[in-house]
Every structure is written in structure tokens, then in C-alpha cells.
């Protein structure tokens, strides 16, 4: 716990969106039908992934990455948000507030940076293909998912460490559907000049910075593209990849506007929503645009159920 003037901070009122009695239940239903897609969606991914060895490649173990990042951070922002909606609780332990910052920050981080490091591995793939299996084999893969994940776990640390360690004012709301770093932020009556210069350069390195890697490599791959000369095939690649880039702007444009915007700028009402945007549509989105799609994860997914289904007919209990 955190000692402030007389005041022992143990726990915070989540607002959420009660300030907006006409709309709370219509997003509330909205991040259910989001947060059940979710899961539906990258559990789906991860399942053919693991049964179906021709799913064994670098982008599908990226893919797979991605699905638990999501799986993870959707649970840790919305599970509380809709639990609470239910039950009519707003309120959550200071330990609680604690981890769930925590863990949105060290997914959320760990996120941007494997964006990143599978938009080159697709600019890999398409413009280098002989070299492909020699660049990204399965040491440097790993090698790239480890370094992401603990990339985002130790800025997590710091920038969490960092904020909890300043004295709060004794006003416990948090104006937002989670503990967002922000958000708490806004409670602290000491100087926080240091805490928004040490979050500055950990935005910077991981937003603009991915988000430029990103944009530098479907460059290539754009480039690559144009020299194919079917107009069928440069159409679906084209579409493809507008996808991808539609899906990359939706995750990184609101998380910019978010933690890169001017101090001055008071926007927490906007927030709350922009977050819902990276928190829980582009999770969502993500292995639609990503890989339900894909002709080999449809042929992946038929073939399990075809199995599934093979075993349940002919299995000795089923007689």
C-alpha cells in the first residue's frame, strides 16, 4: 500500500463508463460479443497450429504468439470491466490494480515489438523466398519471441515500478474501465516529470519505431507485388496486405494518440475508448485478418473436424 498525506490507499473505484448510464450497456455487450470472438478465434489458431504440421512454419508460430498476447490481454483488461458490470462492483485491491497494469503494459509492449517482427518475416518470405528458411529457422525464431516477450516485460516493470512508487493524493477513482497506467497517473501529487520522460522513451521505442519497421517492409513487399503479372494474384496480395496494414494503423494509430499526445491534452474520455480499440477490437481482428482467412488454416481447420469426427464414429465407446 501506498501512504499518502493521512490517507492509506488499499483500494481504487474503477469508474468504467457509468458517467454514460445510455450507452454502458451497449458496450457492454459489445466488448462480451469482442472478448468471446476473441477467445473463439486465437484458441481456434492455436489448437490447428499445434495438431497440423504444416502449420509448423515461422508464421504460424508468430501467428500463435500473437493469439496468446491476445488471449492474455483482453482477459486482463476486460474480464474485471464485465465482471464488474455484472456483479455492480467497481472497486479493486491496490495489488490488483497493480498486476493488472502490469501485465496490460508487458503484453500490450510485447505486442508492438512481435508486430513488428513478423512484418519481417513476410518481407523475408516474399522477397528473399530461397533464403527464407536459412534467415528465419527455428533458433531465430524463437531467438525473435523471446526477445519480444522480454522486451515488453522489463519496459513494463520499469514504467509500472516507477508510477507506484510516487505518492498518491488520497482520491482513489480511476477514471477508466482498467488500471491504465494513465489513468493512475492522474492521481499522483508529487512532480511526475521524470516517470513521463522515462514513458516517453519507451513509447518512442515501441511505437513509431516498429510502426516505421512495419511500414518500411510492406514497402519492399508492395514493391515485390507489383512485379507479379497475374492481376489476380497481385489483387489478392494487394488485399492481403491492406488487410494487415488496416489492422497495424487500428493497433498502433490509437496507442500513439494515446501515450505520445501533447501532457497538456486531457482527453480521458476519449481514452477509454481509443483503448477499447487496441485492447479489444484488434484482438479480435487479429486472426481473422491474420489467418482465418488463409486457404491453409481453412484446409487445417477442416481436416482436425473431419479427424475429430472420424475418431468420434468409428471410437469403441461410440458403439
Request: proline share 4%; with cysteine.
Given at each position: ?66 493469439s ?6 483482453t ?23 497493480a ?23 513476410r ?5 528473399s ?55 493512475v ?35 519492399f ?12 494474384g ?34 480521458q ?16 481482428l ?19 473436424l ?14
Amino acid at each position: 500500500m501506498i501512504k499518502t498525506n493521512l490517507t492509506v490507499i488499499s483500494y481504487f473505484i474503477v469508474l468504467g463508463f457509468t458517467q454514460y448510464p445510455k450507452v454502458e450497456i451497449t458496450v457492454f455487450v459489445l466488448c462480451l460479443l469482442m472478448y468471446l470472438i476473441t477467445l473463439l478465434g486465437n484458441m481456434i489458431l492455436i489448437s490447428i497450429t499445434i495438431l497440423d504440421s504444416r502449420l509448423h512454419t515461422p508464421m504460424y508460430f508468430f501467428l500463435s504468439n500473437l493469439s496468446i498476447l491476445d488471449i492474455w490481454y483482453t482477459s486482463s483488461a476486460l474480464t474485471p470491466m464485465l465482471t464488474n458490470f455484472v456483479s455492480g462492483k467497481d472497486t479493486i485491491s491496490f495489488s490488483g490494480c497493480a498486476a493488472q497494469m502490469y501485465f496490460s503494459l508487458a503484453v500490450g509492449s510485447t505486442e508492438c515489438v512481435l508486430l513488428s517482427m513478423m512484418a519481417y518475416d513476410r518481407y523475408v518470405a516474399i522477397c528473399s523466398p530461397l533464403r527464407y528458411p536459412i534467415i528465419m529457422n527455428k533458433r531465430i525464431c524463437v531467438q525473435i519471441a523471446a526477445g519480444s516477450w522480454v522486451t515488453g516485460c522489463l519496459t513494463a516493470f520499469v514504467e509500472t515500478m516507477s508510477v507506484l512508487q510516487l505518492p498518491l493524493c488520497g482520491n482513489s477513482v480511476i477514471n477508466h474501465f482498467a488500471c491504465e497506467i494513465l489513468a493512475v497517473l492522474k492521481l499522483v501529487c508529487a512532480d511526475t516529470s521524470k516517470v513521463q520522460l522515462i514513458m516517453l522513451v519507451i513509447s518512442i521505442l515501441l511505437l513509431p519505431m516498429p510502426m516505421l519497421l512495419i511500414c518500411i517492409s510492406y514497402a519492399f513487399i508492395l514493391s515485390n507485388i507489383l512485379r507479379i503479372s497475374s492481376a489476380d494474384g497481385r489483387g489478392k496480395a494487394f488485399s492481403t496486405c491492406a488487410a494487415h496494414l488496416t489492422v497495424v494503423i487500428l493497433f498502433y494509430g490509437t496507442a500513439l494518440s494515446m501515450y505520445l499526445k501533447p501532457s497538456a491534452v486531457d482527453s480521458q474520455e476519449i481514452d477509454k475508448f481509443m483503448a477499447l480499440v487496441y485492447g479489444a477490437l484488434t484482438p479480435m481482428l487479429n486472426p481473422i485478418i491474420y489467418s482465418l482467412r488463409n486457404k491453409e488454416v481453412k484446409a487445417a481447420v477442416k481436416k482436425v473436424l473431419i479427424r475429430q469426427l472420424l475418431c468420434a464414429l468409428f471410437s469403441p465407446n461410440s458403439k
